[in-house]
């Protein structure tokens, strides 16, 4: 599946509408016939109300404007209107270059509101992604947190079934990564990192659509606080270099309480790195 979003192929259009606009007028002529301008006024419409259903609502105002001008500020409205009205003080006999022929000329009435619209459009997706990234990285943390819970159950079965007992970080996974996969499309295991600093890595879990890699952890007696931090320093430095690694969550469960500062360990390793976000959870 592409991952190519609304808004690009709404931007993607919107170079196709500015083509066929730039055509409309000559130096001295509309170049074009009826038809072929009822058909650009009726695409442009159907960009438009396709462009304002995908923008955020915030950025609705300023879109509109765009298209609408006013009294003094002509913009796309009145080009598709008109767009061979003569600009009453164009003189065709002086034509100092100083006054354009037309009333709307489509450099500054359709190209550069276009162009304003198009950049609203690409800091949509942006908003967007990362109100999504968000969201996305909240879930999978209320995920860890609630993974003892999962832990108990699994241990504490009915009718006397056999226990589940999470025993190693293998364990770990295979739970973690039953239930990303009930959320997320497209779940990778054991992706490859690239090689950083003359070492390699290997993800546990690539979200790849969301650009999400979770690391997995679990204490065990040579493995405790610094030993932790040690290694997820060491992973945020590799992740940094992954081509699909927006955001990195590394979850370290801890039943048995090996890390004394397990709020410390989280604000000292969360943030933003070098464009890399990253978000560990401690569980007990």
């Known amino acids: 599946m592409s991952d190519r ?8 259009a919107s170079a196709d509408l500015d083509r066929r606009a730039r055509r409309v007028q000559g130096d001295k002529d509309v170049l074009v016939d009826d038809d ?45 209107e008109n767009p061979g009205m003569v600009n009453p003080f164009f003189d065709e006999e002086q034509q100092s270059g100083l006054i354009d022929r037309w009333q709307h000329p489509f450099e500054t009435t359709f190209h550069s509101s276009l162009l304003e619209q198009r950049q609203l459009l690409a800091e949509a997706k942006h ?3 990362s109100a999504a990234s968000s969201e996305n990285l909240a879930l999978i943390e209320r995920i860890c947190r609630g993974f003892p819970a999962l832990s108990h159950a699994v241990a504490h079965r009915h009718a ?16 973690l990564g039953g239930i990303l996969r009930m959320l997320f499309q497209d779940v990778r295991e054991e992706d490859p990192a690239p090689t950083r600093a ?15 890699v979770v690391e997995v952890k679990m204490t065990r007696a040579g493995l405790k606080d610094r030993q932790v931090g040690d290694q997820l320093i060491q992973d945020v430095e590799r992740y940094r270099a992954h081509p699909e ?8 469960y801890d039943p048995d309480r090996h890390i004394v500062n397990a709020r410390g360990l989280e604000d ?14 401690v569980v007990q």
């Open 268 to 281: 000292d390793l969360a943030g933003e790195r070098s464009g890399l976000i990253v978000r560990v959870v």
């Open 5 to 12: 979003t609304i808004f690009d192929e709404l931007i993607a």
């Open 245 to 252: 690694c927006g955001a990195l969550v590394a979850f370290v």
């Open 36 to 80: 072929d301008l009822d058909r650009l006024v009726a695409d442009y419409h159907e960009w438009y109300a396709n462009a304002l259903a995908a923008l955020p609502v915030e950025l609705h105002d300023q879109f509109r404007d765009l298209f609408e001008g006013g009294l003094v500020i002509k913009r796309i409205r009145a080009f598709l």
């Open 198 to 212: 003359g070492g390699s890595s290997r993800v546990d879990f690539l979200l790849k659509r969301e650009q999400v």
């Open 160 to 175: 006397s079934r056999p226990a589940l007992l999470i025993g190693d970080e293998y364990d770990v996974q295979d739970l």
């Open 127 to 129: 908003l967007v992604k």
